[in-house]
């Protein structure tokens, strides 16, 4: 759930924009949020735009000032758009998830992401560590705000491996299969393929590790492993006629 992650929203004006970011985040399978004094909060607008979110709503907090907001913190992050005159040190959105995903003792991370009209004042940025960036067009550099929430949480989803197993319709259900199993596939793999008459001894090394290396970039669970040996003993048989 990537739940050590905490967005927090200052000052947003918009309540429809709230909705959108309870949304973003439901998306990606986040839902820390955290809003520093809204304009108008709890709001129709808000319910309307999460759109099925609204359980990320309901659980929203509220707070009286960004400092009470992140107060149990470790890493603070500041999104912005602007280039700043002073500089803090930053990161893109994809390094901040590359570098903090897998975090040790699963710290709590604030992405802190400013009004719409004016972003986040500098004296929020002093309370940041980071400055976070979402790389665009540098004449228009300033996205809607769950537009930014929804880039910065996507790098997060797929940083954490979690697009991968949600993917694959029935992933979970099957246990992946073990070096055993993989053993047992390739020896059954190379035998048929030396059945069949496509292996000769001579390159089936090399093929062999090829064949290993197409099969690790799978990650076959158990019901895929038997359809393909189920594959292999079938043409071995049709072979044998
Ligand atoms: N007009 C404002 C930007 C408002 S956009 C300004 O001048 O700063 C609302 C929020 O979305 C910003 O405060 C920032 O937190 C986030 N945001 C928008 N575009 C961004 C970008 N390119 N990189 C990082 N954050 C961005």
Redesign the pocket.
Known sequence: MLSNFKVVLVETSHPGNIGAVARAMKNMGMNQLRLVTPKYFPHADATARASGADDVLKIASIHDSLSEAIADCQIVL?????DRTISWPSVT?RECAEKWVDVAGGANIAL?????????KNHELDLCQYL?????NAEY?????A??VQVVCYELFVASGRQYASSIGDRGEESLATAEQMEGFYLHLQQTMADIGFLQPERSKSIMRRLRRVFNRAWLDTKELDILRGILRFSQNHNLK
């Open positions: 500041g999104a912005s758009a602007r959105a802190v992401f400013g009004r719409e009209n004016s972003g986040l976070l960036r979402i790389p665009c550099s300033s996205l809607n705000l537009a930014a």
